[in-house]
């Protein structure tokens, strides 16, 4: 469905994403990394048809929180085995949707780490509710760059994610508050709860 420039476009930019991301991940992060792309991939393959696309959880709020920059190769991974072992997203897409989500949950982190620290929990609904409207308004972008007659479709996808960016707020907030009880050093100097 995606035109040659926007999938140009998004390898350029996943690449580029990717290489600071693998830059900015230190050796003891990648256990962390690595579990989180784990829970990304396992989360994000409940899908709920909606026309030509889905729904889905992608937790990319959650991503950006804990991880940061290392998010977008944690992203990249789950994207690339949801591709090869169940065809989810394509290997032609995987570039435009490691941007896209990379983007999101790098909004969502950015979003989070901006806020006072007396207001985490807050801020976690918002990480994950913006790093949804973020991806959403970013798919609802390349779609339209690739064909224009996809604007209805588009539209009618941002409009179902509405309900979905809520969902993943309060999923954030409910596992940063149960992590940081059960791990409260660990999760404080990770994500400052």
């Known amino acids: ?16 994403a990717m290489a600071l991301g693998l830059k900015k991940t230190p050796p003891e992060k990648l256990p962390e990394t690595a579990l989180v792309s784990a829970v990304l991939f396992t989360a994000s393959l409940v899908h709920v048809p909606l026309g ?6 992608t937790l990319l709020g959650l991503a950006g929180i804990m991880l940061g920059w290392s998010a977008v190769p ?11 072992l169940f065809q989810f997203g394509g290997l032609l897409s995987l570039g435009v949707n490691t941007a896209i989500m990379g983007t999101a949950a790098l909004a969502g982190g950015a979003v989070f ?10 801020a976690a609904f918002a990480g994950g509710f913006i790093a949804v409207i973020t991806g959403t308004a970013l798919v609802t972008a390349a779609l339209f760059f690739s064909d224009a007659g996809l604007k209805a479709t588009a539209i009618l996808l941002f409009t179902a994610n509405l309900p ?6 309060v999923i954030s907030v ?11 050093g ?4 990770q994500v400052r709860i």
Do not use: C
Request: glycine share 4%; no cysteine; proline share 8%.
């Open 74 to 84: 944690a992203l990249f991974i789950a994207l690339l085995l949801q591709g090869l």
């Open 186 to 189: 660990d999760v404080s100097r």
């Open 52 to 57: 030509p696309s889905s729904i889905h959880l």
């Open 1 to 16: 469905m995606l035109s040659a420039p926007v999938l140009a476009a998004g390898w350029a930019v996943a690449a580029a």
């Open 174 to 184: 409910f596992i940063l508050a149960f992590l940081s009880k059960i791990l409260p």
């Open 113 to 122: 780490r901006l806020t006072p620290k007396k207001f985490r929990l807050p």
């Open 164 to 169: 979905l960016a809520a969902v993943e707020g």
